[in-house]
């Protein structure tokens, strides 16, 4: 009688996504490992104003939306050389479009969550999927407070009563805190978010966080950012696909209606329209 041999169909693939994931944490080691050897001292703020002003003057053109400011992938380059790795990306996980735009140039960056404890669940499975997708370095920022000792400590359920308190202590301050460790942090802030931020420049000097800040998709649209994640396959937040254009935390955010304001559902019915981090 002959011998029977079992096969395990799905062996193959197992073996295949293994490979991949040690491939993965290799590269991600070994780009660490650079780093921390060739990582230098902060500049001083002197310093990286004087080379704000000169990126601002070499990206900008002939002006805010001119044709010839620099493209995104401009502004991320010149980013690379003048800054090497000490680069944060803030990221709110309603899309992966930053850091992957940021990361075919600086592999493996560090990407700031601002882990406030009030997310939707959509919004830490899109952090969690693109740790385990992305060649980028997800860095959770922690408020002082877990949200049990801040509702101890100033009562339920302050977003209610305080918003730009609890955004100060949740949001602000943490992210300054990570921030003194960097050169230059990016942001997915763009001009047609909200009439406040329509004089974004892509080069900025950060005075409140001292550190240069660049915007490389101020020049995009919300079509332009979709596009690219559809061209890219860029991990989008489901929510935005269920009424949420902006996503912030649970409490304070809203589904707005077709045609509606896109910001509209963000602390909607207070007259609060950012959260700090960009004003
Ligand atoms: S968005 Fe709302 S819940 Fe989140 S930190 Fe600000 S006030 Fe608090």
């Not at 040690?22 to 050897?37: G, I, N, P």
């Not at 977003?159 to 609890?166: I, K, T, V, Y």
């Not at 202590?169 to 406040?196: F, N």
């Not at 915007?215 to 937040?237: C, E, G, M, R, T």
């Amino acid at each position: 009688m002959s011998e029977q041999t079992t096969t395990d169909p799905l062996a193959a693939l197992r073996a295949a996504a293994r490979a991949k994931a040690e491939q993965r944490e290799a590269s991600k080691a070994a780009h660490h490992a650079e780093r921390v050897e060739h990582g230098r001292e902060k500049r001083s703020l002197d310093e990286l104003r004087e080379i704000a002003r000169r990126g601002a003057a070499e990206l900008a053109g002939s002006g805010i939306g001119a044709d010839d400011e620099a493209t995104a992938e401009q502004v991320i380059a010149w980013a690379a050389r003048e800054f090497g790795t000490s680069v944060a990306v803030a990221c709110s996980m309603a899309d992966a479009v930053l850091p992957h735009v940021v990361a075919q140039q600086v592999p493996w960056v560090d990407v700031l969550f601002l882990d406030t404890g009030y997310h939707f669940a959509e919004t830490v499975g899109t952090r969690d999927a693109v740790e385990q997708q992305m060649d980028v370095t997800i860095v959770d920022v922690k408020p002082e407070l877990t949200v049990a000792e801040q509702d101890a400590a100033h009562g339920k359920d302050l977003f209610g009563r305080d918003p730009a308190l609890c955004c100060q202590m949740r949001k602000v301050e943490p992210l300054h805190r990570t921030l003194a460790g960097y050169e230059v942090w990016v942001t997915g802030v763009r001009r047609d978010e909200a009439p406040t931020r329509t004089s974004t420049p892509l080069v900025t000097f950060d005075e409140k966080n001292g550190l240069v800040k660049i915007n490389p998709l101020a020049a995009w649209s919300f079509d332009d950012l979709l596009a690219y994640a559809a061209k890219h396959q860029v991990i989008l937040n489901p929510l935005l696909n269920d009424g949420y254009p902006s996503i912030g935390c649970l409490p304070c955010t809203r589904r707005v209606a077709p045609g509606e304001d896109p910001r509209a559902g963000r602390w909607a019915g207070l007259d609060k329209t950012e959260c700090g981090l960009h004003v």
